[in-house]
């Protein structure tokens, strides 16, 4: 039972890069990333609500009225998440943005270990943390100055495997278009990675608020339920003002008819993540649990990097971009671990 346990926490976390993954496809379907992130949160939620009555622990709502308001904010990391993880994987390819994710988890994880903020209890410093945190900086590092832009959906460029013969070897790279996203005044390579970083500190801070929260209602299914309540209303507030604010296009609906039937996956696999390591941390413990889900996450990413699976651009998985995923898995590992 213990091997299903950690198996379970492998796949959860594989099921994050799928997630931000398959949730292009509905960034493409929908035309804006924000109406994306509304209907992948709205599906998510639906699933925990019929999971919450499925299970029985729908009546722990009654609970909330009497629950510190903070308790209830964990669900605002989810939207910030999400749609970065739309925007960011295009641009810079599935290992570099779920590296930066990572990098952004485990510093984070390492505040609250180390100050012993919101409820965490406080971790000593190590000399495991110290060489850990220093692995994951090196492992994003060498990922990020080794990344290569996708090839554009034009086609090849002469010289190119396909592209006329004799010519020489000049392809164009250029990041893809996101539907949705202005190209005028848009963040540079150092503000998505700052992105990608923020996104990910995100995730632990609200693992630590969802735990206060369990503590409150005693049911963690109804706790992901509430979580996700809170992302949805918040996201869809944010689509709402963008959309008067004529900062976004209006969601396309009809697209929804032509997309991809494993477009629909994003809020699936948010909520089996959510309940997964809900239950999984009593079971194995929360550093076991992180340590995992950061190795599935990783792994998965540079399969679906080097594949070009899920209809994203094929980026092989160099030596160097090699050499930095065993360095995020180590770091990640060294500080849960320590």
Same mark, same amino acid.
Not at 246 to 255: C, E, I
């Given at each position: 039972m213990h091997a299903l346990f950690l198996a379970s926490a492998l796949l959860a976390g594989c099921l994050l890069a799928v997630?931000?993954?398959?949730?292009?496809?509905?960034?493409? &379907?929908?035309g804006t990333p924000y109406g994306a992130s509304t209907l992948q949160l709205s599906v998510a939620t639906a699933l925990l609500v019929l999971l919450a009555v499925a299970a029985g622990a729908i009546g722990a709502i009654r609970l909330v009225p009497d629950v510190p308001v903070w308790h209830l904010l964990g669900g605002l990391?989810?939207?910030?998440?999400?749609?970065?993880?739309?925007? =960011?994987? @295009?641009?810079?390819?599935?290992?570099?943005?779920?590296?930066?994710?990572?990098?952004?988890?485990?510093?984070?994880?390492?505040? %609250?270990?180390?100050?012993?903020?919101?409820?965490?209890?406080?971790?000593?410093?190590?000399?495991?943390?110290?060489?850990?945190a220093l692995a994951v900086l090196a492992g994003i590092t060498v990922i990020i100055r080794g990344?290569? @832009?996708? *090839?554009?959906?034009?086609? *090849?460029? @002469?010289? #190119?495997?396909?592209? !006329?013969?004799?010519?020489?070897?000049?392809?164009?790279?250029?990041?893809?278009? /996101?539907p949705g996203v202005r190209r005028a005044g848009g963040l540079g390579q150092g503000g998505w990675i700052l992105l990608g970083i923020v996104a990910g500190a995100v995730l632990p801070v609200q693992g630590a608020v969802n735990a206060? =929260?369990?503590?409150?209602?005693?049911? *963690?299914?109804?706790?992901?339920? /509430?979580?996700?309540?809170? #992302?949805?209303?918040?996201? &869809?507030?944010? %689509?709402?003002?963008?959309? &008067?604010?004529?900062?976004? !296009?209006? *969601?396309?609906? #009809?697209?929804?008819?032509?997309?991809?039937? $494993?477009? $629909?996956l994003g809020g699936a696999c948010a909520a089996a993540y959510v309940t997964a390591t809900f239950t999984l941390i009593p079971a194995v413990g929360a550093a076991t649990t992180v340590a995992l889900t950061v190795t599935g996450q990783q792994a998965a990413s540079a399969v679906i990097d080097n594949h070009g699976l =899920?209809? =994203? !651009?094929?980026? @092989?998985?160099t030596a160097p971009r090699l050499a930095g995923l065993v360095l995020l898995i180590a770091g990640s590992v060294l500080v849960q671990l320590t």
């Amino acid at each position: 039972m213990h091997a299903l346990f950690l198996a379970s926490a492998l796949l959860a976390g594989c099921l994050l890069a799928v997630q931000a993954s398959v949730n292009l496809q509905l960034n493409k &379907a929908v035309g804006t990333p924000y109406g994306a992130s509304t209907l992948q949160l709205s599906v998510a939620t639906a699933l925990l609500v019929l999971l919450a009555v499925a299970a029985g622990a729908i009546g722990a709502i009654r609970l909330v009225p009497d629950v510190p308001v903070w308790h209830l904010l964990g669900g605002l990391a989810s939207p910030l998440y999400i749609t970065s993880g739309i925007l =960011l994987f @295009p641009r810079l390819g599935a290992l570099a943005a779920a590296g930066l994710f990572v990098t952004g988890q485990m510093f984070a994880s390492l505040g %609250l270990d180390l100050f012993g903020l919101l409820g965490v209890a406080r971790k000593p410093p190590s000399l495991g943390i110290a060489l850990g945190a220093l692995a994951v900086l090196a492992g994003i590092t060498v990922i990020i100055r080794g990344q290569r @832009p996708a *090839p554009s959906a034009s086609g *090849p460029a @002469p010289g #190119a495997p396909g592209g !006329p013969a004799g010519g020489a070897r000049t392809t164009t790279l250029t990041a893809p278009a /996101i539907p949705g996203v202005r190209r005028a005044g848009g963040l540079g390579q150092g503000g998505w990675i700052l992105l990608g970083i923020v996104a990910g500190a995100v995730l632990p801070v609200q693992g630590a608020v969802n735990a206060a =929260l369990r503590k409150d209602i005693h049911e *963690p299914v109804t706790t992901a339920m /509430i979580s996700f309540v809170v #992302a949805t209303i918040t996201i &869809a507030v944010v %689509l709402i003002v963008l959309l &008067a604010t004529h900062r976004t !296009p209006r *969601p396309r609906l #009809a697209g929804l008819r032509t997309m991809t039937w $494993w477009g $629909w996956l994003g809020g699936a696999c948010a909520a089996a993540y959510v309940t997964a390591t809900f239950t999984l941390i009593p079971a194995v413990g929360a550093a076991t649990t992180v340590a995992l889900t950061v190795t599935g996450q990783q792994a998965a990413s540079a399969v679906i990097d080097n594949h070009g699976l =899920l209809r =994203l !651009p094929r980026r @092989p998985l160099t030596a160097p971009r090699l050499a930095g995923l065993v360095l995020l898995i180590a770091g990640s590992v060294l500080v849960q671990l320590t």
